[in-house]
């Protein structure tokens, strides 16, 4: 199967610091990975999309300065919350492309619950 | 984009078949369905897809109509794992995927 790890799996934090999530593919390679917010009693919601080895697109009302994303490699993409605040609080899960044939799949990390106090 | 449509809950007693539909009605010739589930507090796991042929994995079967305008997720002998948020999704051509509200199944003892 294909396997995608996220760390840490929670993290808390002070108002006005930053905060770095790890996503990983560990048994693929993915050009392109996904990043998703979910708030508590709602669907997913895509933040982002990491290209390896250029810059991510951001979906309409994500703020590039505040989330930023790193695809340094085939395997790893980090979202960086930068000055976060406690509406930032929210379960942040990572999903990465994996390509078999004509079609593509994305497989989900386990999510990081982020809180800011 | 394709955009699909669940019923908000359903359930199944353990040990049954669940049989969960999915209406796609706007779908395009090339596009794939795709299911997900996600079980509370994780991330959602893929089940399966397809694009006109009926799919079965160890996991679950993908029944799709001729018209491809609707699908059905089959689990075979549900059990209390089974307990999740089912999402049944066609992607953008970039890959996007956009969640709905999904399907509750609750699989009752």
């Known amino acids: 199967g294909a396997v995608v790890s996220q760390h840490p799996s929670w993290v808390i934090c002070k108002s006005g610091t930053s905060v770095k999530i790890e996503c990983r593919s560990l048994?693929?390679?993915?050009?392109?990975m996904f990043w998703y917010r979910q708030f508590p009693k709602q669907s997913l919601m895509l933040m982002a999309t990491?290209?390896?080895?250029?810059?991510?697109?951001?979906e309409q009302g994500v703020e590039k300065d505040k989330f930023l994303i790193n695809h340094a490699s085939l395997t790893l993409s980090t979202l960086t919350v930068t000055s976060a605040h406690p509406e930032d609080s929210s379960f942040y899960i990572c999903?990465?492309?994996?390509?078999?044939?004509?079609?593509?799949?994305?497989?989900f990390g386990p999510g990081t619950r982020l809180t800011v106090l | 984009d394709a955009k699909t449509t669940q019923p908000t809950s359903m359930d199944c007693a353990e040990g049954r078949a669940a049989n969960l539909p999915c209406n796609h009605s706007?779908?395009?010739?090339?596009?794939?369905v795709y299911w997900y589930r996600q079980i509370h507090s994780q991330g959602p796991q893929y089940i399966i897809h397809?694009?006109?042929n009926n799919e079965t994995n160890e996991m679950a079967s993908l029944i799709i109509t001729e018209d491809r305008k609707s699908s059905t997720l089959i689990l075979p002998h549900a059990t209390l794992r089974d307990t999740a948020v089912y999402y049944c999704?066609?992607?953008?051509?970039?890959?996007?995927?956009?969640f709905g509200e999904g399907t509750q199944l609750t699989v009752n003892p």
């Open positions: 999903s990465a492309r994996r390509l078999a044939g004509i079609t593509d799949t994305q497989y």
């Open positions: 048994d693929f390679q993915a050009t392109t």
């Open positions: 990491s290209n390896e080895g250029s810059k991510a697109t951001y």
């Open positions: 706007t779908i395009s010739g090339n596009e794939y």
């Open positions: 397809g694009l006109k």
């Open positions: 999704i066609v992607p953008t051509k970039s890959s996007r995927l956009t």
